[in-house]
């Protein structure tokens, strides 16, 4: 018999095996199986971004809470220029100078015109120029407005404010603020910091960590809501104490602070004025520049120091660029007492009465021909008159905080 065998033993035998036996994967798993294992949803990964997604938006939220003072100035600027803005006559835009200085309802009793306060504390007129851009973008339709530049905001760049931009500007304003002040690295970290607003508040959230660590209480959430009312109820405008204790000492740290002997404008700033005048001339707004009082011994010492010329020099080389579009209204002596400030530069709440009168009573004489076609208007020291009824912060204080 063959060592093969039978053609019977052929059939039954079995057939052998390859020598590797581990098949492709593809063989051993059903084809459903696989379709299954390969198109499995990365539920990690997903809920990672659900995750931050959550606390971004968390924090995005509770942003009066996580904002310091200046930055919370900015973001009402914003809210005010898209919702307040409308209907009214009189915008009033610039720096903290404004923010304290002009009072909407006093300066509607001298004028007859209704106004909302969009200044900021530490705006650069480059910011002015984006509220007024998007005030007239949400229907706003002023027939003037006012504006001042301080002159330590104007010697700063865009960096001196780099916490600040992200907090009132879209992304894609951002994005132009870089390209206008030629630093487009800094416009993509403004940017990021719009879109995720953790990053914009880290400096808060870490504040408050610290706080509630050490069994303390946040001062900054109290804060932010009391300067809220305050401006809610003012218009926009910081309405510090009437009584103030300031008896005109100047802080050890003025120099570097305002630097009172020293003038330069920032290329950035000069181009964001630039551009907001442009604007208000194409919408055919009137611009009344405001010089507003500060404290008798800072303004003094600007004087000494020839500061102050330059920088009038500067304001008066716009009169003849933008004519019939541009007014000065001097004020930088109308208030000398010093107990009417708060401190070397801001008002209290009876100097910003008293400013208001003045400049309500002045735009009424523009307005009314009265003025001609004078471009630098000396204001005029109001005559005595009854305060009006104004919550002051520190009135605000006691609603929201219920302590004096």
């Known amino acids: 018999m063959s060592r093969l065998g039978t053609a019977s033993d052929l059939k039954t035998r079995p057939k052998r095996l390859p020598a590797r036996v581990d098949r492709p994967h593809h063989e051993d798993v059903p084809r459903s199986a696989t379709r299954r294992r390969g198109g499995a949803v990365p539920w990690g990964f997903l ?17 009066r809470e996580l904002s310091d003072p200046t930055s919370l100035s900015w973001q009402y600027a914003d809210r005010a220029a898209r919702y307040d803005a409308a209907g009214r006559d009189v915008l009033f835009l610039g720096d903290s100078l404004i923010k ?5 309802s006093v300066f509607e009793r001298e004028s007859g015109l209704r106004g909302v306060n969009l200044s900021a504390a530490r705006a650069p007129a480059l910011f002015s120029y984006f509220v007024l ?21 104007l010697m700063g760049g865009v960096d001196y404010n780099a916490h600040y931009w992200p907090a009132a500007l879209t992304p894609r304003e951002c994005l132009e603020l870089g390209w206008l002040a030629g630093k487009r690295p800094m416009g993509l970290a403004a940017m990021a910091a719009r879109l995720i607003p953790s990053f914009q508040s880290r400096l808060e959230i870490r504040s408050g960590i610290a706080a509630t660590l050490e069994g303390k209480t946040d001062p900054i959430r109290e804060i932010n809501r009391l300067l809220w009312r305050n401006w809610t109820v003012n218009d926009g405008t910081n309405v510090a104490m009437m009584d103030s204790p300031y008896r005109g000492e100047l802080e050890e740290d003025i120099r570097e602070k305002l630097h009172p002997d020293r003038w330069h404008v920032d290329e950035a700033n000069a181009r964001g004025l630039e551009r907001l005048l442009e604007l208000a001339a194409h919408h055919r707004i009137r611009v009344f520049w405001l010089l507003p009082p ?111």
């Not at 005030?135 to 330590?152: C, F, M, N, Q, W």
């Open 294 to 404: 500060i404290s008798p011994g800072l303004q003094e010492w600007r004087e000494r120091s020839g500061s102050e010329t330059k920088y009038e020099q500067f304001v008066r080389s716009h009169l003849g660029r933008f004519p019939g579009v541009v007014r000065v209204l001097d004020g930088r002596r109308i208030i000398r007492e010093a107990s009417l400030y708060v401190d070397a530069t801001h008002l209290s709440g009876r100097g910003a009465i008293a400013l208001s009168r003045a400049v309500g009573a002045a735009v009424k004489a523009a307005w009314e021909g009265r003025e001609g076609d004078r471009g630098w208007i000396d204001l005029e020291e109001p005559a005595p008159a009854a305060d009006p009824p104004l919550e002051d912060v520190e009135r605000s204080k006691q609603i929201v905080c219920g302590r004096p």
């Open 100 to 104: 304290h200085g002009l009072v909407p």
């Open 133 to 153: 851009r998007r005030a007239l973008e949400s229907g706003a339709r002023p027939s003037a407005i006012v504006i001042d530049t301080k002159p330590a905001v």
């Open 47 to 63: 809920s990672m971004i659900s995750l931050v997604v959550a606390i971004e938006a968390n924090v995005s939220r509770r942003w």
